[in-house]
């Protein structure tokens, strides 16, 4: 059976969302990532600027999110983060949790499932790991408990 252990806390410090319009999916939103910190566990460092999170709202208001940034450890490697999943739960808590209201957690899901690319052989590791994250929305940032499947 596997198990789950806490890889790191990626806390992403966001930008102002830009609003990319109706297509046949959802609504567009393009989230620039500012930058954010990756503590405990077995991975540390920072998350760099530059990063976004393409995101599609669908009809319903829930989320589908697909981020990717990189993480620079504190030894200095390069990790890419590419990123994909779902935040959803009911309408009126949603709605709450977009406008950066601080909202109970256990009242909505927030789910993902990252995955990393590095050359750096300090860190290959990474390269064949497999992680879920579990993320909430504090303001202007997601804080992600990102858990490797052992």
């Known amino acids: 059976m596997p198990e789950l252990n806490l890889l790191a806390r990626i806390a992403l410090r966001l930008a102002p969302p830009l609003d990319l319009g109706q297509g046949p999916l959802g ?11 990756v503590s405990g566990g077995r991975l540390r460092g920072e998350v ?8 599609t709202v669908r009809e ?23 990123e994909n ?17 601080a909202v109970d957690p256990s009242t909505y899901y927030f789910r993902t499932t ?13 390269n064949n790991a497999v992680c879920v ?10 804080l992600l408990d990102c858990y490797l499947v052992d």
């Open 48 to 55: 760099l600027p530059g990063g976004s999170d393409w995101q």
């Open 27 to 37: 609504r567009g939103k393009l989230v620039g990532i500012a930058g954010g910190t």
């Open 114 to 126: 990252p995955r990393f690319e590095t050359g750096d052989e300090r860190v290959s590791w990474l």
């Open 60 to 82: 319903d208001g829930s989320l589908l999110v697909e981020a990717r940034y990189v993480i620079r450890t504190l030894d200095g490697a390069l990790v890419t983060v590419r």
């Open 133 to 142: 994250g579990s993320s909430v929305r504090v303001g202007d940032s997601v």
């Open 85 to 101: 999943g779902v935040r959803h739960g009911p309408p009126e808590i949603l709605a709450r949790v977009a406008a950066g209201e």
